[in-house]
């Protein structure tokens, strides 16, 4: 019994580094991780230019290897740490941290691919736990249930964009044809698209008179169209805005509680800071004896 | 009578399974009308593309017409089962239906053109009764009042942006001249309004620098007038939120009644889940026996 | 008496035909107008496009001079029917109608820059009067309050665009050099505004490493800015929405009056339709008798 | 005694020339000063096109020189007259003062990098000040304490789209490879910002039918992420006007101070007109017996 009690110590010391940043040791963790994955993103940046490639391609490798390993070691623990692997493995972060890992153990096999790695880019959203910043995380909070709540209306939307853009784009692919690049109609669709967002790369642009005007109306609704899910997204979080404060206008977040700490046995996080027990799970959360 | 009454519930029963989608039958008909609509689109445009045209050109000209001959049957269902057939023929869906068929009969005796069946892409927008989503069609609902009251001031507001390019155009074209590709009045018009829209080709740029100060000028309003009409519909959508719910503001939409089936005789839909009669002519909606 | 009697009633017939558009007459008048300014404006831009002006230069410019003298006959007859025809002169529609008629006389002496009656398409500003649009014109008296209310933080905001353009293009002009299009330091502020406001031409694009950085971050910046304009408009739209009806939401706007005739004397517009005298100068407004 | 008391009025006098705009004097100053900073900003424009430095350079170099000469000793007046003057040097303008004539003088050992007295364009902030408008220096208040209780949010949106530059970037240089112009992760990433923002330059463009693909979703979704930060602004803007005004909406902003002058001691601004002590020190503000 005492073994087993040494063990969950030694698990549960691994598991407040890991997972947490309110202890020294944790932040210090989750700080260096940070730097590691910056430092492996840049690797592959740099990899990628042939340049840099040929004079230093061989310690770029190596230090990728290094990297990977690390991160490797660090997905065992993770696992090994909390009580149910599962939801890890299945959660955001744990899908996220194996495709991190992944694509370099694949191009040791068949080649090529390896700059999916450049996946890690996503580890780096853990900046928001490691700052520990109320704001940012209770902005992000309220951003998301703001976008949750015009999601419907921005769908709805973004369907009348793309059927849209399909008949425009065959109507242009039938009055421009393959003279101006207009090929095909895929391509007219996504000239359309080009130009309905605003983006206009002019890699294509219509010749003939009638497609010049076509393009003028379509630019024109595209200038017009931008307005609506603009206004729906601010409308939805004047009205979050609203809600969350309606009696206490100065203290915008009060009751965003950000202890950093995780439950060992379900994952949940955003304890209250005198939290003893899992809020999800009722599992004690500082199971240290 | 028997017989009236026989014929009777056979239309009724296809009315059903054509224009509801609330029965299996009337689901799964839906349903297979999007994935053949989706085919008939995918069809058209690989057709476009010369070397899929090349290779597969005769197979999918022949899947073309299959599909055109579908959509003709489903065409003249829809009129047989509708107690007023021009109601239908000349409602939004029943034109949108017509100019889904009507290009590739064309197409058999003129030549080209067929093209034009990629309106059936606006067949699409019966997704949204499909998936049966009320909060989609009430997000809808609430977007098209928005943009119903917000029309009057983003015409004020288009019409402004159409003088403001002539003038400009106008003036480019004095300063540019043909040289840097300003050829002629609506040539620089339109190049004003994919400036002044913030598109940007690339395709005609002015070379003076009494033309770059202009285009400035130009850039310059086009990035700061975007924010009338979004200021417009923000306002306008934000006062629909606020109107839509004034007393129960955490259920949305606590009126929006989203049984899919459609009346017989006069076509309208949304009836309420219990309704007997329609709400708008009076007709009996399960007239069954 | 009577002589002078006959001679206003003849003024006063002629006012109401060319400054209102209640009588049937005077709406007539209005379409007649439009159709002209409408046509004298496709007269100039077919004029600009040579191939049309080889084949019919000769006919287009006997149909412009047409356009001319009928609008310099209308501009003389503005000035004998108003009392104070100074006002009319110096008034923004007065300037309009001056500009439209000038350049083609000017034209004949000097020769070029006849284009320059492009100017009026402004004219075409009247047609809201004609259309009697109550909406439009309380739309329009609305949006034009919010603009003037959030004129003063547009400007501030268009100045630190400014600024930042002239810091970031200088900035440009070090790192990119010539060879890359950025020969001097006005081009490189062109440049970077043409970036800031996304259009993006492309026709000048960052080479270097170092200048595709702050490239990137002038663009990122560009997006973010627009947010400031848009966020203004709507806030100020919001206010004026909200001013604008505090008791009667329903009936947006129940104050407005759009009766179109105008007063002789000043020359103000917007009477109520029962006034008897004039709101800003008490002059009595049918004054027939 | 004396001494020091002329001494101090002197001081004091110079003190409210340069840094006050409420005294004849002092505004003829800043009219002066800001006239200066536009023609060398004029200046140094001018030098870098090629042509009018090979035939204007002596003149031009003359004048920058007169320019910064005549900044180096408004500087130093600046640092004799206020009390504290490290809490001048290390402000904001301080700092900016600085680095607008520094450049000059390195140039002079270096030579080349002079074209950084660009920096001068931060000096025009002053116009404000200068022009003491009540309404624009409200409106920037208004504006910044909006955006500065929308940063973090904006902070957690850009970091997002980085993240998805990063990933969309490196999906994109594996797709379409060297030949379309993705030669490298880092131009990848930066096509993908150019994308996304919807400035699409168009140096560099897909030619793959899946890069196309993608280069689609990234600028639909570059539409779409453009509402967030323009819905954040609106929503703190719309609440920020609330909160300014909430009894007097028709007087939007009663208790702003504006009184141009600043404290002698430690630099202090926007006091009460009729205040005798700084807010914020408690120093006399007018010193001069």
Not at 28 to 34: C, P, S
Not at 45 to 51: A, K, Q
Not at 115 to 141: E, I, M
């Amino acid at each position: 019994m005492s073994n087993q009690n040494s063990k969950s110590t030694w698990r549960s010391r691994l598991h407040e580094i890991i997972y947490e940043a309110d202890t020294r040791a944790g932040k210090a963790f989750d700080v260096v991780l940070l730097i590691v994955i910056l430092l492996s993103i840049a690797f592959v940046m740099l990899e990628s230019i042939r340049s840099i490639d040929r004079a230093y391609g061989e310690v770029l490798n190596i230090a990728e290897w290094v990297v990977t390993i690390l991160f490797s070691l660090e997905y065992i623990a993770r696992i090994i740490t909390v009580r149910k692997p599962f939801k890890y493995i299945f959660s955001f972060y744990g899908i996220v941290d194996f495709l991190s890992t992944i694509p370099m153990y694949i191009s040791f096999f068949i080649g090529g691919g390896h700059a999916l790695v450049a996946f890690r880019a996503l580890r780096l959203l853990r900046v928001f736990r490691v700052l520990k910043l109320a704001r940012y995380l209770g902005a992000s909070d309220m951003l998301s249930s703001a976008l949750k709540a015009s999601r419907a209306k921005i769908s709805v939307f973004l369907f009348a964009v793309l059927i849209l853009s399909v008949i425009f784009g065959t109507l242009m692919y039938l009055i421009e044809g393959a003279e101006s690049g207009f090929t095909s109609i895929p391509i007219s669709v996504y000239w359309c698209i080009v130009t309905l967002t605003t983006v206009g790369f002019g890699d294509i642009a219509p010749v003939t008179p009638l497609g010049q005007l076509i393009a003028t109306f379509i630019m024109i609704m595209g200038y017009g169209i931008i307005a609506v899910p603009t206004g729906i997204v601010s409308a939805e979080y004047t009205s979050q805005v609203n809600k969350g404060a309606p009696k206490a206008p100065k203290k915008p977040y009060p009751n965003t509680h950000l202890n950093s700490q995780s439950c060992h046995n379900c994952h949940a996080d955003k304890h209250k800071d005198n939290a003893e027990f899992c809020y999800n799970c009722g599992y004690r959360l500082h199971h240290d004896v």
